[in-house]
């Protein structure tokens, strides 16, 4: 019975080996000069993630039947765990040739250099609906999606453009960058540092704007005191992303966290951090620096975009503090590429939405 046990959790070792860990130990292949697209990818690889995925169906298999063999003792266990160990090995080298010979076609069809896709092309999952509502009417769902194996998830909506953070963006006569009735109202001021009484700090002749409000944050720097206007994330300078709280917290993302925007209207991207908290029914929103990186008109009062931009978000990749345009720029790249490299995101990545 214990040399049963033994070759069990030696098997089980072994599967769970190279079913996760396949992919280090493949062989690059050269790449071909002639580049091509993502759909080319697809087209020519797309059967490759069913058989993997079958492959390791039949590895789950036959641990399966492994485990239950120890259950049963005696000299009938020995050779029935035997024979699944065989069964086991088979499969597991079954699935490692496939996971090769798949990677072996995207590297091929892909030169050194080129972002690559990510790992099995159109294969993402849609997590679930966000309902976006209007005057506490529902007006649309928006997919939230995410590639199998991934915590980084993304939509496409649109954006409107948040000024919060920046040291102009509310006037007490409303005439900063932003209206001011977007900050709350008294007594629940949603967009404003507050003193313990609730009211509303204004910066004073030491500060970047005397006689606005101090305009705040989600993501801050809480070595900073609340009353300062550089504790908190500038719009006006910072790229970043707004998530609703109940959203992010879902799906483990927080304030600090990095993410890729695109502009599928026009081609153009930008590297963000997530740097503020939005209303629960409202998804698509950005910063206005993010705007004019996305060539979008960045107004807080009358900018942003009905449709047609992409957010993709990593869970967990930041230190939950601000971070500098290099810092943001530096840290989302390397998530970007160790992703996948995808960027643009296609259409082969991101199904359309219903």
């Known amino acids: 019975m214990r040399r049963v046990w033994v070759l069990v959790l030696a098997a089980v070792g072994l599967a769970s080996a190279v079913a996760w860990g396949a992919q280090d130990s493949a062989t690059p292949v050269a790449a071909h000069s002639e580049h091509r697209s993502a759909p080319d990818i697809a087209r020519e690889c797309g059967g490759f993630p069913e058989a993997i995925r079958l492959a ?13 063999s120890s259950d049963a003792g005696g000299a009938n266990a020995m050779r029935t765990a035997s024979a699944s160990i065989s069964d086991l090995q088979q499969d597991v080298k079954n699935l490692e040739q496939k996971e090769l010979e798949f990677e072996q076609c995207a590297d091929a069809s892909d030169p050194p250099g080129e972002l690559q896709t990510p790992l099995n092309p159109c294969s993402s999952e849609r997590l679930f609906n966000f309902q976006m509502n209007h005057d506490g009417e529902p007006e649309r769902d928006v997919p939230i999606w995410h590639l199998p194996h991934s915590a980084a998830f993304f939509y496409e909506a649109g954006m409107t453009i948040d000024a919060d953070g920046a040291p102009n963006a509310y006037h007490p006569d409303n005439t900063g960058l932003d209206d001011l009735k977007n900050a709350g109202s008294p007594g629940n001021w949603q967009g404003l540092a507050k003193n313990a009484d609730g009211d509303p700090y204004i910066q004073g002749p030491d500060d970047p704007f005397p006689g ?11 070595t900073k005191p609340v009353n300062d206007p550089t504790r908190y994330v500038d719009a006006s300078k910072i790229p970043f992303i707004v998530l609703p709280g109940a959203l992010a917290r879902q799906l483990y993302a927080r304030p ?31 910063s206005v620096a993010l705007a004019e990186n996305l060539g979008i008109r960045s107004d ?22 601000p971070r500098t345009i290099e810092e943001i720029n530096s840290e989302t790249e390397n998530l970007l590429q160790t992703w996948g490299g995808t960027s643009p995101l296609g259409p082969c990545t991101v199904p359309p939405s219903p």
């Open 56 to 68: 390791m169906l039949a590895v789950e298999s036959d641990r399966r039947d492994l485990a239950g």
């Open 256 to 286: 600090g966290d990095f993410s890729v925007v695109l502009n599928l209207n026009n081609g153009k991207s930008s590297y963000a951090i997530f740097g503020d908290v939005g209303p629960s029914d409202r998804i698509g929103e950005g």
């Open 300 to 321: 807080a009062r009358n900018g942003g975009a009905r449709r047609g931009i992409l957010f993709l978000v990593f869970p967990g990749s930041g230190n939950g503090r």
């Open 212 to 222: 606005y409000y101090v305009s705040a944050t989600a993501l801050a720097d809480r």
